[in-house]
């Protein structure tokens, strides 16, 4: 099979790496790709928006399935566009990958449906805003209802932070169009984890779950940004806890999803709350999470191209999804100053180090070749290094050890990834 995967970043990488696994794949182009990617892809320089001339390029090679890695293009009806072109394809349509792109639709659907989530009310103007807040309780969450690279979420401890926040969403727009509506949302607290899961648009089957980073500093502290770090499994996703989501969260929402006329066919990733009401649902996304994928897809035991072919055509039910006993984490190797202002262009010495390793993987999320054909740093986020072990604790030491194998200029990362497993 010819395979055409869109995205750039280390998710992207870890999807190549696992695609490139299987005996099926004879070539593998990623648009647009990165330094790391192109070991395994012929990366093209066509843009993840620029979805006729990605389908013009899929139909000239003959691409016989397609992969959408990022959220933009989902959520923009990439599917849409190559399916109309008789490309097959795996990720959600449009009115599928909504779940992703508005907070209002998600909170209303699980409303309906009565998937357990946060109590919340969608406002549609800055006065509706402040007439709600003048009696809520605090702290409150609010959400621009649409796509914000990650950080159209704010967390108000206090009126004054909500009011703020309300300009700061509504009336400066600072997430552009995000912020026509807004969701504003009561305050859970708890462990989070987050769930990936295939779907063929009527069976699901979840996999190994997973626990991010988003904060830039250790200690959770600083900015939001898009991962700093993930491990996995979670240790406090008890099988209790499982057996709940599989029954009130999961399959619901398929079944929902499938019910409004917009059946989902992809990876849907259960951000959750593990509260102490049992787990509730803090978002979906409607892709991998970058830099989950890059603790669950090596940890997968299936030949993952054939779990994907089996989503389109709706046979997920044949499938047995199975995980390894073991763990990984992935510690993200970022620029400093990340993720504000950063410098580029640093060449990385020791990649290397990865070649051939079948329990350490660098997975590039911002590398390029330079014009002297080095790999050199190009984003925030650069490098995930993630690694192996029989148990979280291993895999974390391994994953630190691993970090140092890598140099470059400006590299900086968390020290504190997976912590929390010495208090499971
Ligand atoms: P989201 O993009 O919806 O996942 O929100 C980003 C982050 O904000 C989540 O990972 C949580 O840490 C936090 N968050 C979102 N909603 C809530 C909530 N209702 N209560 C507490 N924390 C939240
Ligand atoms: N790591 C969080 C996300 O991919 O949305």
Not at 76 to 101: H, L, M, S, W, Y
Request: aromatic content about 10%; hydrophobic content about 40%.
């Amino acid at each position: 099979m010819k395979i055409l995967i869109v995205g750039s970043g280390g998710r992207e990488h870890a999807i190549a790496w696992a695609v490139a696994k299987s005996p099926k794949a004879e070539k593998i182009y990623c648009a647009p790709g990165n330094a790391g990617i192109a070991e395994f892809a012929e990366c093209v320089p066509i843009g993840a928006m620029e979805f006729e001339k990605l389908a013009d390029f899929a139909e000239e090679k003959g691409v016989d399935f397609a992969i959408i890695g990022m959220d933009d293009p989902l959520v923009g009806g990439i599917v849409d566009v190559f399916e109309a072109r008789g490309i097959r394809t795996f990720g959600p349509r449009k009115n599928a990958a909504i779940i992703e792109g508005s907070k209002a639709f998600s909170k209303e659907l699980m409303k309906k449906y009565n998937i357990p989530t946060a109590g919340y009310t969608t406002v549609y103007s800055a006065a509706e805003a402040r007439e709600f807040l003048r009696t809520a309780k605090f702290p409150i969450v609010l959400k621009a209802d649409g796509l914000a690279l990650g950080k159209g979420v704010l967390i108000c401890n206090t009126p004054e932070e909500a009011e703020a926040g309300v300009v700061e969403i509504m009336e400066d727009k600072k997430f552009g169009a995000a912020g026509d509506k807004m969701v504003i949302e009561e305050f859970m607290t708890g462990r989070e984890v987050s769930v990936l899961s295939f779907c063929d648009g009527k069976t699901i089957k979840p996999m190994t779950s997973a626990q991010d980073h988003k904060r830039a500093g250790d200690g959770d502290t600083g900015l939001n940004t898009g991962g700093m770090g993930t491990f996995s499994p979670s240790p406090f996703y008890t099988a209790e806890a499982d057996a709940f989501c599989r029954e009130y969260i999961y399959q619901r929402t398929v079944d929902a999803l499938a019910a409004e006329g917009r059946p989902f066919v992809g990876i849907i990733f259960f951000g959750l709350m593990l509260t102490a009401d049992g787990p509730k649902v803090l978002e979906y996304n409607c892709r991998f999470g970058d830099p989950e994928a890059q603790v669950v897809i090596p940890r997968m035991k299936n030949d993952m191209l054939s779990v994907m072919e089996a989503c389109v055509d709706g046979r997920l039910d044949e499938i047995d999804l199975q995980f390894e006993d073991n763990a990984a984490v992935c510690v993200v190797l970022a620029s400093s100053g990340y993720p504000v202002k950063y410098a580029k262009g640093f060449p990385i010495r020791g990649l290397e180090n990865f070649k051939g390793a079948e329990d350490k993987f660098v997975f590039h999320a911002g590398t390029k070749f330079d014009a002297e054909g080095r790999i050199v740093t190009n984003g925030g986020r650069v490098l995930g290094v993630t690694a192996l072990g029989k148990t979280l604790v291993e895999a974390r030491a391994n994953a630190y050890k691993a970090t140092e194998l890598i140099e470059f200029d400006n590299k900086y990362m968390r020290h504190d990834i997976g912590k929390a497993i010495d208090e499971a």
